[in-house]
DNA sequence: AGCACGATTAACT
DNA sequence: GTTAATCGTGCTC
């Protein structure tokens, strides 16, 4: 078994926490024992509550308080009466942060992902922050999970890092309303190679 | 108790 | 390119 990142990866400021978990593996284990993996392609960064495009802006609430939770906590939310996401929140416990996950490239439990994602083409599976959360079965429930303790059902294994030529950092998607300069900061990070993750005898392509 | 909004998605022109 | 779906959340009355 490859190690998990540990608790001190997510402690570090959120900008590097999220370039970095490019690459890495993030693990579902479900209630049957079915491990779900994929590499992690597409993340974002929201950070603290002067970043306009942070829930943390309008201050601790029921619903966003996980934020402030310490480092390698879930932060779990439902929006637009149907979708939920998945952030992991970053640097020290009182300081709202965290790393919204936007992509996976599949790797293990495909029959699995396949089921939850009916109808959908291969490429269309975990290429969104919503997708990847219905194709995972995560949701409410796990928010509020720590995914640095040994008994966690979801947590990042460490995987090859992806290298900055396969890179691309640009403004975070959604945040048509908020003010500037938090609406196009470049705190959106994806790999943008479209064979990047290819292996074997898995030819899926990086989309978006 | 009512209401506007949303870190999206899928279907459609 | 546009837009409906769908409802928890936080705010106002």
Known sequence: MKPRLSRSFFERPTL?????????????????SKRLTGLICETEAYIGSDDDGCHAKAGRTPRNQSMWGRAGVCYVYFTYGMHWMLNLVTEQEGFPAAVLLRGVHPQEGIERIQERR?????????????K????????????????????????????????????????????????????????????????????????????R
């Open 16 to 32: 590097s926490v999220a370039r970095e978990l490019l690459g890495q593996r993030l693990v579902r284990i479900e209630a049957d």
């Open 132 to 207: 990847l959360c219905q194709a995972f079965g995560i949701d409410s429930k796990h928010d509020g999970h720590d995914i640095c303790l040994p008994e966690s059902v979801i947590f990042v294994e460490s995987a090859d890092r992806v290298d900055d030529r396969s890179v691309t950092v640009g403004p975070r998607v959604g945040l048509n309303r908020v003010a500037e300069p938090w609406k196009s900061i470049p705190w959106r990070f994806r790999v943008t190679t479209e064979t990047y993750f290819e292996r074997g005898e898995d030819h899926d392509v990086i989309k």
């Open 118 to 130: 009916v109808g959908q083409p291969r490429q269309h599976w975990t290429d969104g922050p919503a």
